[in-house]
Antibody, heavy 118, light 103 residues
Framework: QVQLEESGGGLVKPGGSLKLSCAASGFTFRDYFMNWIRQAPGKGLEWVSYISSTGSLRDYADSVKGRFSISRDNAKNSLYLQMNSLRVEDTAVYYC???????????WGQGTLVTVSS | DIQMTQSPSTLSASVGDRVTITCRASQNVITWVAWYQQKPGKAPKLLIYKTSNLQTGVPSRFSGSGSGTEFTLTISSLQPEDFATYYCQQTWTFGQGTKVEIK
């Protein structure tokens, strides 16, 4: 069965960096676009970034552009999110999400909490 | 960017009720809309994709419809496990959510 398992979340000070990882299993990872979507405490869902199946295409929400970088390693079935210059408003649960096609998100990980606080 | 506005923000209903949630886009949607259910402390779950297609394993009491700027999610007969928050989504934009509460 499809599984997505995020790791790497934690407490970081404003201006700091963190790298999230997502281990995928149960499907042919290299065939799918992947996304990071976040949810601030008590708030709604916010799309953060996507990467194409080969990694050749990427895009970011305006709120993270220039600070976050998405990447993948298809040999390791892994997705990553490098987060730099973190701000308090980046505090959220970050989900690793598979795109089944047409920007429909069919499988979500359990999420990893990132807290940015001094 | 297209904005997606859901209504209502909160809905109080009873088991067995027919429930409709509306999602309005700020401009014509030329692709499609998806709908997700989220329960407290859990990841969202895809219910409807490409506006009207039921995701595998989702009960048939859920349905989606719409075009242009107005889209709806309908639950034909609300069940106890359906009390949750629902989100619409178009490409990279999510609605703000509709919380379905017990009346």
């Amino acid at each position: 069965q499809v599984q997505l398992e995020e790791s790497g979340g934690g407490l970081v000070k404003p201006g700091g960096s963190l790298k999230l990882s997502c281990a995928a299993s149960g499907f042919t990872f290299r065939d799918y676009f992947m996304n990071w979507i976040r949810q601030a405490p008590g708030k709604g869902l916010e799309w953060v970034s996507y990467i194409s199946s080969t990694g050749s295409l990427r895009d970011y929400a305006d709120s993270v552009k220039g600070r976050f970088s998405i990447s993948r390693d298809n040999a390791k079935n892994s997705l990553y999110l490098q987060m730099n210059s973190l701000r308090v408003e980046d505090t959220a649960v970050y989900y690793c999400v598979r795109d089944m096609g047409g920007d429909n998100f069919d499988f979500w990980g359990q999420g990893t909490l990132v807290t940015v606080s001094s | 960017d297209i904005q997606m506005t859901q209504s209502p923000s909160t809905l109080s209903a009873s088991v067995g009720d027919r429930v409709t949630i509306t999602c309005r886009a700020s401009q014509n949607v030329i692709t499609w809309v998806a709908w997700y259910q989220q329960k407290p402390g859990k990841a969202p779950k895809l219910l409807i994709y490409k506006t009207s297609n039921l995701q595998t394993g989702v009960p048939s009491r859920f349905s989606g419809s719409g075009s242009g700027t107005e889209f709806t999610l309908t639950i034909s007969s609300l069940q106890p496990e359906d009390f949750a928050t629902y989100y619409c989504q178009q490409t990279w934009t999510f609605g703000q959510g509709t919380k379905v509460e017990i009346k």
